[in-house]
C-alpha cells in the first residue's frame, strides 16, 4: 500500500517559521503530483499547495507569499516551507499524493497528518 509520513510539526510562536516534510513509499505507480492540506479544529479540510513533478505549482490564494511548496522527484518527498506563521495557521496538516490513470482519473492518498500549533 502507498505510505505517506509527514513530519516537522510543533509548536511555534506567531510571525515563526516551520517546515514540514513527508516521504511517500511503497508506491506501484509514478506519483503525478503532491500536495499539503491542511484542517483545523471544526472546519473541513483545505487546500494548502501542490505541485506537479515538472515542479509547477499551485497555492491557494491565501498562502500565496507565505508558504513555499517543494518536491525531490528522486526521492518522492515533497516539503512545505511555512514563514510568518499566524495563530489562525493551526491544523492538522496532510500531505497528498496524486496518481492520475490513462482516464485522468485523480487517485489520491493521505498522510496520517502533522500538528502545527502557532501561539500568539
Known amino acids: 500500500q502507498v505510505q505517506l509520513v509527514e513530519s516537522g510539526g510543533g509548536l511555534v510562536q506567531a510571525g515563526d517559521s516551520l517546515k514540514l516534510s513527508c516521504i511517500a513509499s511503497?508506491?506501484?505507480?509514478?506519483?503525478?503530483?503532491m500536495a499539503w492540506y491542511r484542517q483545523a479544529p471544526g472546519k473541513q479540510r483545505e487546500l494548502v499547495a501542490s505541485?506537479?513533478?515538472?515542479?509547477?505549482?499551485h497555492y491557494a490564494e491565501s498562502f500565496k507569499g507565505r508558504f513555499t511548496i517543494s518536491m525531490d522527484i528522486a526521492k518522492t518527498t515533497v516539503s512545505l516551507q511555512m514563514s510568518r506563521l499566524r495563530p489562525e495557521d493551526t491544523a492538522v496538516y496532510y500531505c497528498?499524493?496524486?496518481?492520475?490513470?490513462?482516464?485522468?482519473?485523480?487517485?489520491?492518498?493521505w498522510g496520517q497528518g502533522t500538528q502545527v500549533t502557532v501561539s500568539s
Open positions: 505541485i506537479e513533478t515538472d515542479q509547477r505549482t
Open positions: 511503497e508506491i506501484p505507480f509514478s506519483i503525478n503530483a
Open positions: 497528498n499524493a496524486v496518481h492520475r490513470d490513462v482516464s485522468g482519473y485523480e487517485n489520491n492518498y
